[in-house]
């Protein structure tokens, strides 16, 4: 895989949620920053903020971004292999299954407000994309992830390509996970300690260009020490993971090895007459 520079973007929602944390121990409880279901920050009431709205997109229609609903819905593949890595440095394959529906897609106008009054001094960033919703599971071959989240993916506009004169779209999701919640086996505590944090949140990333899937799960721990307020992004597992059709993917030969012919008396297989 060749595309491992973009995983940075990935980190943004955590990030979010970390600076949204540090700014709770600064302040009020009920001014502190939050996330909603698709990573974006809700910030204080009354400070800036991005306003949207929202417009149905119908197939072959174009949004003003310029991508249509058919290219965004053509632009995710159902079907991811590769591999996961955990935090403990253990590797595992994995797959990512994602079912979109396509009566969801949208554009989404985003504007920036700033109040004449009160409020944080920052900027926001609010950028128009059209988006759809999806399911997007993703399952390791050991059993410890077997998770399936409803995502947000939501893309932009086109990008330059690796290739000279081609352009691609870049499409992002966030999701939230219940860590007490797990559909596999992953034991967090044995990635690390939880015990030290008064709240522990989960999120997983998504990022989708050119056929690859990018992602990473992570957790965002909160606590205090004394009188100061403290919060840390903990990672949990990434992965690198490429699309293919369930043509590409070899169904195992019952007695056998996937590919190896029909099994003989003795156990093993013959060579299948059309591989001579």
């Known amino acids: 895989m060749t595309r491992t520079r973009r995983l940075h973007r990935l980190a ?53 971004t310029g991508v249509s609903a058919d290219e965004l819905l053509a632009a995710v593949p159902a079907h991811f292999e590769g591999e996961l890595r955990f935090a403990d440095d253990s590797v595992v394959s994995g797959v990512l299954d994602i079912t979109v529906d396509p009566e969801s897609v949208q ?46 993916l939501s893309t932009q506009a086109y990008e330059e390509g690796d290739a000279p004169g081609t352009a691609e779209l870049l499409i992002q999701g966030w999701a939230r996970l219940d860590p007490e919640a797990l559909g596999g086996s992953l034991d967090l505590s044995a990635l690390h300690d939880l015990s030290r944090y008064d709240e522990v949140e989960m999120g997983a990333s998504l990022e989708l260009v050119g056929g690859e899937a ?6 965002q721990g909160e606590g205090t020490d004394g009188d100061v307020a403290f919060a840390e992004n903990l990672p949990v597992a990434s992965f690198e993971l490429a699309a293919r059709s369930p043509e ?5 030969v019952e007695g056998g090895e996937p590919g190896g012919g029909e099994p003989d008396e003795d156990g093993g297989s013959e060579p299948d007459p059309a591989d001579d």
């Open 12 to 64: 943004l929602p955590s990030l979010v949620l970390l600076t949204g944390a540090l700014a709770a121990g600064c302040g009020d409880d009920d001014k502190d920053g939050d996330l909603d279901d698709t990573g974006a920050q809700s910030l204080d009431e009354g400070g800036p903020y991005c306003e949207e709205t929202a417009t149905p997109l119908s197939a072959g229609e174009a949004g003003p």
């Open 107 to 152: 554009h989404i106008a985003s504007e920036a407000v700033y109040p004449e009054e009160g409020g944080a001094d920052i900027g926001v960033i609010c950028d128009d994309r059209v988006s759809v919703d999806a399911v997007v599971s993703l399952a390791s071959a050991d059993g410890r992830l077997m998770e399936s989240l409803e995502m947000v």
């Open 214 to 219: 990018f992602g990473e799960l992570s957790l």
């Open 248 to 252: 590409e993917t070899p169904d195992p």
